[in-house]
């Protein structure tokens, strides 16, 4: 079945650096979906994207739809002790389905 | 607040036994559905409903049950046929047609 790869599975950066992450598809997606956990809790949304190319803030956090509709990106700029979590990936299947990355593990260094 | 609950957070059962995981929402949303997670794996779809008194089966719903009598409730029963019951259950919903789903704060099953 359809896979989404998101890479890298964890990092670890200093705080006030900024954070890439992304998200990769041999098929093409409809919808590519940003999620933020933390630990013990469920996953929050962060951005939704819909169109390729699309380009969305949410304050320090912008998400890229990929032009080829299998990839999307997420950066977070000036990365803070609370940006610390699991961060997911998600894309809606050609069969509508919405299919979830494996996530990227974010700690920060003091 | 409108929102999702899910209850307990922690549950523990012993092997053989049926345990039923609680999921309610006040937000009006049509669609609900289930997933597991286990460590360091993404999420998986167990069942989800579209409506209610309808729902499908997702990619792992072998050894699991649900229902949907009511618009705000799709409860989990987790039967003693699942092989490895023991992970996070998060239930979420959404309105139909919308990819954006919003998540409970999960249920941490343990069976032993």
């Known amino acids: 079945g359809q896979q989404l790869n998101q890479s890298p599975q964890s990092m670890f950066i200093q705080e006030g650096e900024d954070v890439s992450m992304n998200c990769t598809s041999s098929s093409i997606f409809n919808t590519w979906l940003w999620y933020k956990q933390d630990p013990g809790e469920g996953p929050v949304l962060l951005i939704a994207?819909?169109?390729?190319?699309e380009l969305t803030s949410n304050g320090r956090l912008t998400a890229q739809f990929g032009i080829t509709r299998k990839d999307s990106f997420l950066n977070i700029s000036a990365s803070i002790p609370s940006d610390v979590g699991i961060y997911f990936c998600?894309?809606?299947?050609?069969?509508?389905?919405?299919?979830f990355g494996k996530g990227t593990r974010l700690h920060i260094l003091p | 607040d409108g929102g999702i609950t899910q209850s307990p957070k922690y549950l523990f059962r012993k092997e053989g036994q049926n345990v039923t995981l609680s999921c309610e929402q006040n937000?009006?949303?049509?669609?609900m559905y289930w997933y597991r997670q286990d460590p360091g794996q993404g999420l998986r779809l167990i069942y989800y409903?579209?409506?209610?008194?309808?729902?499908q089966k997702g990619d792992i719903a072998e050894g699991y049950s649900v229902s949907r009598e009511k618009k705000e409730s799709f409860p989990l029963t987790v039967t003693s046929a699942q092989k490895n019951p023991t992970a996070f259950y998060l239930c979420a919903s959404s309105i139909t047609g919308s990819d954006e789903q919003y998540f409970g704060p999960g249920t941490r099953l343990t069976v032993t």
């Open positions: 994207l819909y169109k390729a190319g």
């Open positions: 409903s579209q409506i209610v008194n309808d729902f």
């Open positions: 937000l009006n949303h049509d669609a």
């Open positions: 998600a894309g809606q299947s050609r069969d509508d389905k919405i299919i």
